[in-house]
Nanobody, 116 residues
């Protein structure tokens, strides 16, 4: 019964910024492993960034130095600050929770469109 709800997507010009949020609920756990994925039209879904409750962070090479993932453990909310956006960042961005036992929960996604 885990629920993940993304928000913050929209239309932005190249070079602009957006901040995505993912609110997690419905679990008695602490959502240790939280991720942002994205999927562009006609392309495979790819991992963008990952964060744990302990603050361990990983980024895809394509977004390093531009995106910042963070979280508020008390609110079970994860954020993705996206700066210096490029048209190739255009995609649906999905929040993901990886469980300790190997399962996944997904949000419905939020669309980010970057115009040139």
């Amino acid at each position: 019964q885990v629920q993940l709800v993304e928000s913050g997507g929209g239309l932005v010009q190249a070079g602009g910024s957006l901040r995505l949020s993912c609110a997690a609920s419905g679990s008695s756990g602490n959502f240790r492993f939280m991720d942002w994925y994205r999927q562009a039209s006609g392309k495979q879904r790819e991992l963008v960034a990952a964060i744990t409750t302990g603050g361990t962070i990983n980024y895809a090479d394509s977004v390093k130095d531009r995106f910042t993932i963070s979280r508020d453990n008390a609110k079970n909310t994860v954020y993705l600050q996206m700066n210096s956006l490029k048209p190739e960042d255009t995609a649906i961005y999905y929040c993901n929770h990886r469980t300790v036992w190997g399962g996944d929960y997904w949000g419905k996604g939020t669309l980010v469109t970057v115009s040139s």
